[in-house]
């Protein structure tokens, strides 16, 4: 188990959380709900939308959106971070 990146992932949920918090938080404003929702997986959301994904993002609902876009960010973030842990037991083993 990499820790390194469960601390990324958790980093990363918190962020959502907050994020969800504040646009819970925003009841009479409707743009302010939609702005803190999208944050977390806007980046993402852009990049699948570059990638000629645009249209199939359009149809999904928020918690499909959040399934997919952060679901493979998480991924992502612990892969990066079990790669970051492997780098140096690696270079250790070569000297």
Do not use: N
Not at 32 to 53: D, E, K, N, Y
Not at 69 to 87: D, R
């Amino acid at each position: 188990m990499s820790k390194i990146g469960t601390a990324l992932c958790l980093t990363y949920l918190l962020a959502i959380l907050v994020c969800l918090g504040c646009a819970m938080a925003a009841h009479g404003d409707p743009k302010g709900q939609f702005v803190f929702a999208q944050i977390p997986i806007a980046l993402q959301g852009s990049l699948a939308a570059g990638l000629g994904f645009g249209p199939a993002l359009a149809r999904l609902s928020w918690p499909e959106a959040y399934l997919y876009l952060a679901g493979s960010t998480f991924v992502l973030l612990y892969a990066f971070g079990w790669l970051l842990t492997l780098v140096p037991k690696r270079l250790s083993t070569r000297r």
